[in-house]
């Protein structure tokens, strides 16, 4: 079974609060999900035509658990929460076996 990723990559923030409110309640979901989170915000350096903004990335055993995650009601209270405060680009990506 291929792992699964989220991929997010964060082009604004325009209101930290509510990325701060986010935080809270994404933390808790993703792990409760059986996520892992092995970068988030560290530095990035970005090649052709990329983002070297604040860049996440967490990883699912399953690029279904990866999905649930996403579209489970924890999680979509934080985005209730974050609503416009950022403009990202978030994936989900299925690993290689």
Same mark, same amino acid.
Not at 13 to 37: C, F, H, M, Q, W
Not at 65 to 76: F, G
């Given at each position: 079974? =291929?792992?699964?990723?989220?991929? =997010?990559?964060?082009?604004?923030? =325009? #209101? =930290?609060?509510?990325?701060?409110?986010?935080?809270?309640? !994404?933390?808790?979901?993703?792990? !409760? !999900?059986?996520?892992?989170?092995?970068?988030?915000?560290?530095?990035?350096?970005?090649?052709?035509?990329?983002?070297?903004?604040?860049?996440?990335?967490?990883e699912?055993d399953?690029?279904? /658990?990866?999905? !649930?995650?996403?579209?489970?009601?924890?999680? /979509?209270?934080?985005?209730?929460?974050?609503?416009?405060?950022? #403009?990202? #680009?978030?994936?989900?990506?299925?690993?290689?076996?």
């Amino acid at each position: 079974m =291929s792992k699964g990723y989220w991929v =997010s990559v964060y082009r604004t923030i =325009s #209101d =930290s609060e509510r990325l701060a409110a986010y935080n809270k309640l !994404a933390a808790p979901a993703v792990k !409760a !999900a059986g996520g892992r989170t092995f970068a988030r915000g560290g530095r990035v350096v970005a090649y052709d035509a990329g983002i070297a903004k604040r860049t996440v990335l967490v990883e699912f055993d399953s690029f279904e /658990q990866a999905v !649930a995650a996403r579209e489970s009601a924890a999680y /979509q209270e934080a985005l209730v929460a974050l609503s416009d405060g950022v #403009d990202r #680009d978030f994936r989900i990506v299925e690993g290689i076996d």
